[in-house]
């Protein structure tokens, strides 16, 4: 008798959720065929977002997927991280190291979120392919409710363009603000989770101009403010990032009220608050009047005490969102658990209910550790008053000029430090078989 395939449904096409879905496509081990449906609650896929990095063991993860040139391919150029003042004059400058063992604050693999999410997703569409994979990808769709039950999650759709269903096993990768979350728990342990960091941020693109450079540069100002000016790869458009930081880690309800209500009121809160700024303000300003691409979000951490139930798990910032560190952990995760899935045998609760907490128990002790950031953090990176920003400034002088930014190498090489570990899961023995494909 044929084995049953292992039906899984993924809520969320970001980082995390496409990463799954082709890591479940690509797999070189499964014993039970999956069958994979994604939806993403977006009409369409999103191809802008801000600069995102990979670092750590997700860097072994891309290299077993294959996928490491490519992803350089589409590096933002940054070289470095420049703190400037109200003039535009350089404080400090760290340059990116080359090497992807040791990273500084700029990555080795800087890359736009929108890129990212459009290459994994063409790499799911060939192993559709190649591997006669069955995905099928759904925007504009999200989960209604769902019920677990015995022999399977049984799982209604908002808008009917999939058909209610029962899936062997549910994956919630939709974001901080997890809507299936809150099904696989409930309303109140999903909101209780989110930690406010105190920070808000805004995201958008402008023209390059002749004197932009390849730096990304950073200026600061008392009020909790700062402006960040990133480079993009087409050498075309720069990336703006408009924050605000309040005095603790604490919602900001004049923020709150902005993003609820839309773009207009966004931009509106922007201007007033940003508009006694020097540097380049006016120019980044102004650019809010033809941007098509403006995001605005509240910067929080996610911290769940469990990521799985019996047939439900959550990856990402669905499950443990953290600043610096959320596209790394989103690919290692997803990585662990198509790894986990890989080695059932039957689509029976006792099976899938054991390799979900197997993932859990895997990747947690990484998680758990980087999800203790400095007490400071980031109000102190982002002070209030003058007398803290010269502090500041002169704590990144003396850090930079005694060649101490291996501390935040340190920092930022994130599972290394700990030696934590990335399983195999049979993807080193699928590297081979494609190395001696490639000398035939």
Not at 11 to 34: E, Q, V, Y
Not at 120 to 141: F, H, P, Q, T
């Amino acid at each position: 008798m044929a084995q049953k395939p292992l039906s899984i449904l993924i809520s969320g096409a970001g980082i995390a959720g496409s990463s799954l879905a082709l890591m479940l496509a690509r797999h070189p081990s499964f014993t039970l065929k999956p069958i994979v449906t994604l939806v993403e609650r977006a009409p369409e896929p999103r191809t802008t977002g801000q600069a995102i990095d990979i670092r750590g063991q997700a860097v072994t993860v891309i290299q077993r997927l294959g996928l490491e040139k490519k992803i350089k391919e589409k590096h933002t150029s940054e070289t470095g991280i420049a703190f400037v003042d109200a003039e535009g004059r350089t404080i400090a400058q760290v340059d990116a190291t080359g090497n992807v063992n040791k990273q500084s604050g700029t990555s080795e693999f800087e890359i736009l979120r929108g890129d990212l999410a459009a290459l994994l997703i063409e790499e799911m569409e060939a192993a559709k392919k190649a591997n006669n994979a069955e995905v099928s990808v759904v925007y504009g769709e999200s989960v209604k409710s769902l019920e677990e039950q015995e022999d399977g999650v049984a799982v209604q759709f908002a808008q009917g363009k999939v058909k209610d269903a029962k899936f062997d096993v549910v994956v919630a990768a939709d974001g901080y603000h997890s809507s299936t979350r809150a099904f696989i728990f409930n309303k109140e342990a999903s909101e209780s989770a989110i930690m406010p960091m105190g920070m808000y941020i805004a995201y958008y693109t402008i023209p390059r101009i002749p004197e932009d450079d390849d730096l990304w540069q950073w200026y600061t100002a008392p009020g909790g403010l700062a402006i960040h000016l990133r480079p993009h790869g087409n050498k075309k458009t720069m990336g703006v990032y408009l924050s605000i930081t309040g005095p603790s880690k604490a919602n900001i309800p004049e923020l709150d009220e902005a993003l609820a209500q839309g773009p207009d009121a966004q931009v509106a809160l922007l201007r007033e608050r940003f508009q006694h700024l020097d540097w380049q303000s006016k120019r980044f300003l102004d650019g809010l009047d033809t941007t098509n691409d403006l995001y605005m979000q509240s910067v929080s951490m996610v911290v769940t005490p469990q990521w799985t139930t019996n047939r439900c798990a959550m990856i990402g910032d669905a499950a443990f969102a953290m600043m610096g560190f959320g596209t790394s952990f989103a690919m290692i995760g997803a990585y662990t658990l198509a790894g986990e899935l890989s080695k059932i045998t039957s689509n029976s609760t006792a099976d899938v209910s054991a390799a979900l907490k197997s993932h859990e128990q895997v990747l947690r002790p990484l998680v758990a550790k980087q999800q203790k950031p400095p007490p400071f953090f980031p109000q102190t990176f982002n002070p209030q008053t003058q007398l803290g920003l010269t502090a500041l400034r002169t704590a990144i002088r003396v850090v930079i000029g005694l060649r101490i930014p291996q501390l935040a190498q340190w920092f930022m090489a994130g599972d290394d430090k700990n030696g934590w570990k990335l399983p195999e899961y049979g993807w080193q023995q699928e590297q081979a078989i494609e190395a001696s494909k490639d000398k035939v």
